[in-house]
């Protein structure tokens, strides 16, 4: 049975993996970059908005480049006060202008230090080697509302582990930087961060589908439940266990042809 398993998660990776993939997901949106503070910007953005209908997601996207005026990284760091009202009706279920507002600003203060959105998620908290990104990530959300004036309500979209929030979309955009993939979907632009600390992103699609293979225990979505599954994804391949997120979700997707 974990032969027949392994055999079904690998030959759904092969399909999955694939930039047939690209057109309809998120990550169309930091693909239509070339230059790497482009892609993190909106790679994270997008991630960020992901939840609903992809169609729509994808939409806002658009729209978020349209609005900076199709250069994410320029705008961020040479936009005037002026440029902000054209934000005012961007929207995206409860992502509203205040929390828009926020994350120019946080760009712009940390594109300011920094060239890479990389250094983010690894200062003071990060640990290299055999840790996996727990850590980073409570860090990061520090370090994303550092500053006093921060609105609490854009906290809500910005998960942390420490909130045992499973963290599915920063997981997926980690995801995307850190990857080495040579099928041409994740970016692997990243290099402090090794595919094997990634956590594999998790929502109730997913962990669906990873308990009805028998990978992890039923239980709440949270970032135990994140855990667990990652340790089982790592006897698979220690190295790189986060390229099962691939079949995972593409077999949420044919969930009523692959259960026949």
Known sequence: MQQELAELLNKKVAFFNHPRFIEHDPISIPHLFSKQQDIEIMGFWISMLAWGQRKTILQKGHELIDLMDGA?????????????????????????????????????????????????????????????????????????????????????????????????????????????DTAGVDFGIWSKISPHQLICPLDVHSQRTAEKLGLVSAGPTNWKKALELTRVLKLYDSMDPIQYDFALYGMGIEEKTLWK
């Not at 440029?83 to 279920?93: A, G, I, N, S, W």
């Not at 409860?94 to 760009?107: I, Q």
């Not at 290299?128 to 980073?136: L, Y």
Request: aromatic share 20%.
């Open 72 to 180: 994410p990284y320029d705008f961020v760091l040479h936009h005037q006060e002026n440029d902000l009202q054209r934000f005012e009706k961007f929207k995206h279920r409860t992502f509203n202008y205040t929390d828009t507002l926020y994350f120019l600003s946080f760009f712009q203060r940390h594109y300011q230090r920094y060239s890479s959105l990389e250094a983010a998620f690894t200062q003071g908290e990060f640990k290299p080697e055999n840790s996996t990104i727990e850590a980073s990530l409570n860090g990061f959300y520090r370090y994303f509302f550092e500053v006093e004036w921060a609105p609490k309500r854009t906290q809500k979209h910005v998960s942390a582990p420490m909130k045992n929030s499973a963290c599915k979309r920063l997981c997926m955009f980690l995801r995307w930087m850190v990857r080495k």
